[in-house]
């Protein structure tokens, strides 16, 4: 799967998420954050082996131009030798082959600094994905990790219901009790 298509999938999931009143948090599906994860996971090797792909195939495409640069080379060779009767017929096919070995030296070098700049572009293409999705994600377990402490008074000095904070109920996450409200726990059953 595509890296890219996760990261867009991993920034609905958070636009999605139902937003804290009063605060800047929002409490998004762990589950679906965490297989989201799973899969760009997966997905960074296969980015990582297209880049082995494109260097492959740069090493392919200077093998073919440094055999095309030898058999023109060796053409030249020959058809300088079948002109060696002639004297100006010879000077002309040296430097014939000369400028056909430069243009064949010239077009291997900027095959690889093509095939080079393109390696460079997708390795810098993945590792801006790659900062892009690492930030996504710090965020969103920042977000999720930080909580809000409701003050208790309405800002207008009226109290506030405690229910008007409490956030969602959610099955899969558990809060420990804090010895303060252990405490406050225990004597509100021995009143009763």
């Known amino acids: 799967m ?10 609905e999931l958070i636009d999605e998420g139902r937003h804290m009143p009063f605060s800047k948090f929002t409490l998004v599906d762990e589950e679906r954050a965490l297989e989201i ?12 082996e297209k880049a082995a792909r494109v260097l492959a195939q740069r090493d392919r495409i200077l093998a073919q131009a440094n055999e095309e640069a030898a058999r023109l080379v060796q053409l030249a060779r020959e058809r300088g030798e079948q002109m ?31 095939a080079d700049q393109y390696v460079i572009d997708q390795l810098s293409s993945l590792d801006s994905q790659l900062t892009k999705m690492l930030a996504v994600i710090r965020k969103g377990i920042s977000e999720v990790n930080n909580t809000v402490k409701p003050s208790s008074l309405h800002p207008q000095g009226t109290p506030v219901q405690a229910s008007q904070f409490a956030p969602p109920q959610r099955s899969s996450v558990e809060v420990p009790l804090t010895t303060a409200a252990a405490t406050t726990a225990t004597d509100a059953e021995e009143e009763v």
């Open 2 to 11: 595509d890296i890219q298509h996760l990261v867009d999938r991993l920034e």
């Open 84 to 114: 060696l009767d002639r004297e100006a017929s010879v000077q002309a096919a040296q430097n014939r082959a000369a400028n056909i070995v430069e243009a064949a030296r010239q077009d291997a070098e900027g095959m690889t600094k093509d």
């Open 37 to 48: 994860i799973d899969q760009m996971r997966i997905s960074i090797p296969e980015e990582i």
